[in-house]
């Protein structure tokens, strides 16, 4: 049975073509992941299934009686309230169902007795729903799915307006999962989520009964929860069924297929016009010369195979610094009380170590801290000699109306104009991405742009707060092919152990520091 069915559509932005006569269907039951390189239009799909974008061309149709749980980067949470409280906005519908019950009963007093009879029938309508919908037991759902995600480690009464970007993800896909919709359509949930609560997110959805679509560039994750696969590439969406790795495998094998007819082909025009050319002319062969000419104009020509860029990723280095770039002396991070114990450490060169721990803890506050971007509770943090950083920043500010152009121009103002174009083409960037703002790329395009920014600065110390979180497949594996490659020091933040286990030689869990109870 189909729940979603999207014919013919076609969409673009000015002179841009997203997606071109795109069809896909959505069955009962079906995990699907979207995927396709970084700015290739997934969210934009999204967004057209949900109505929040009008198609230019085509129609979006959903059956009847479904309900549809979206989570965006961008969905907000009422302010002012406590997490506990939002969460509860999600049986919003029930609340209103249990006050018209109340309201039914109330009213039944003063009614006659044909019309209470009908109005205890409309009561009980409700109750068996509220019974159903685990209405008396909703304390313990939040409960239970707050503590899966994460949540019950920060406090459920905590304001929402006191929470970092990954927490109040996380508060947003606790929502959604309480109100169980018929439909989930996920943008990339596990960005903000360490890797014990990536497991539950797993069991959660390897067992959920109705349909989602997931887009995500965690491969691993799409592995354990999607069977069907939706690869978007240049306007086109083309269905697979299996996992990721066997989407990869028929899609490579496809590629190989359309480039070997693609220059069979093109030897046979070749071959055609070589011939035309040289007996067009003679009277005794000019019949098969035009015979030739009208086969080739015949000829349903292939295009070429189009290469997306591919980002080509390589850190500059400067002289070595001290043996210790930074020592933390009776250091405790936190903003308006401590997240952590005394910690005495330091990072010495060469090291390439992983940061670690549950989220909420503090590691990108320590980050902070270590930078002097934030201020310490106590004690110091001391750099050593010569050490020169480069510090990535988990999120870009959403209102950065800067082009892409200007964001490293204005770092790097001794550049050209064709200098700065062609780093920022090397970050995989197309020239519509170069004059685009900030806050209008996607998350890899915007996550590119400040890659290279980075890029372009003579360093020994790289500090990365989640630079995987938006990056496509092939992103991530010139990432870390550069990382390994760098010969200096690495501090990273990461929720992927896949991404960094192969060059990382010390692993520091935050949870060691944290006093919170883990």
């Known amino acids: 049975m189909s729940v979603l069915n999207v014919k013919s559509v076609t969409h673009g932005f000015g002179a841009r073509a997203i997606l071109e006569n795109v069809s896909f269907r959505l069955l009962k039951g079906e995990h699907v992941a979207l995927v396709g390189a970084n700015g290739e239009g997934k969210s934009t799909f999204l967004n057209i299934i949900t ?8 129609t979006v149709e959903w059956s009847k009686r479904v309900s549809v749980g979206y989570l965006d980067q961008h969905t ?7 997490i506990r409280e939002n969460l509860r906005l999600a049986f919003d519908i029930l609340y209103n169902m249990e006050q018209e019950m109340l309201k039914i009963y109330e009213n039944a007093a003063e ?36 503590n899966g995600l994460g949540l019950g480690e920060i406090g459920l009464e905590k304001k929402v307006d006191e929470l970092s970007g990954g927490q109040r993800a996380k508060v947003l896909l606790t929502k959604l999962l309480l109100q169980n919709p018929t439909i989930l359509l996920l943008d990339e949930p596990t960005n903000y989520l360490d890797d014990n609560h990536i497991k539950w997110l797993t069991a959660y959805l390897q067992n959920y009964e109705n349909s989602f679509i997931l887009i995500s560039h965690d491969i691993p994750f799409i592995n354990d929860v999607c069977n069907i696969i939706y690869h978007l590439e240049n306007c086109v969406l083309t269905r697979y069924v299996g996992n990721y790795e066997e989407f990869r495998r028929i899609y490579e094998l496809n590629r190989q297929r359309e480039e070997r007819e693609y220059e069979k082909q093109q030897k046979e025009i070749e071959r055609l016009e070589d011939f035309i050319a040289r007996n067009k002319a003679r009277v005794a062969t000019r019949g098969m010369a035009n015979s030739r000419m009208k086969h080739l104009e015949k000829m349903d020509i292939l295009e070429k195979p189009r290469d997306k860029p591919k980002p080509s990723f390589k850190f500059k280095e400067t002289k070595a610094p001290s043996r ?36 909420g803890l503090g590691k990108s506050t320590l980050l902070k801290t270590i930078l002097g971007i934030i201020p310490p509770v106590s004690g110091e943090v001391i750099f050593g000699e010569n050490v020169v950083y480069g510090y990535f920043e ?24 064709h200098e700065v174009r062609l780093e920022l083409a090397r970050c995989g960037l197309t020239s519509e991405n170069i004059t685009s703002m900030m806050k209008v790329l996607s998350g890899g395009e915007n996550a590119k742009v400040r890659l290279c920014k980075i890029l372009l600065k003579e360093l020994n110390f790289l500090v990365l707060d989640e630079p995987t979180n938006h990056l496509d497949p092939e992103a991530k594996d010139e990432l870390k092919k550069a990382l390994a490659e760098f010969k200096g020091t690495i501090l990273l933040v990461s929720h992927e152990p896949y991404f960094y286990d192969s060059f990382i030689t010390d692993v520091w869990n935050i949870e060691n520091f944290t006093t919170k109870i883990v």
Request: glycine share 6%.
């Open 51 to 58: 109505g929040k974008l009008m198609p230019d061309e085509g």
């Open 76 to 82: 907000s949470l009422k302010s002012g309230t406590s």
């Open 111 to 146: 009614a006659t007795e044909e019309e209470a009879n009908s109005m205890m029938e409309d009561a009980a309508d409700i109750q068996t729903i509220l019974d159903s919908s685990g209405f008396y037991i909703i304390d313990t759902k939040i409960e239970e799915i707050a």
């Open 324 to 359: 210790f770039l930074v020592e933390a002396k009776d250091l405790i991070i936190g903003y308006d009380h401590p997240l952590t114990n005394l910690m005495n450490f330091q990072i010495e060169r060469n090291k390439k170590i992983a940061l670690t721990g549950v989220n």
């Open 394 to 417: 988990q999120e870009d500010s959403r209102n950065n109306a800067n082009t892409a152009i200007d964001e490293v121009w204005n770092e790097y103002p001794s550049m050209t104009n």
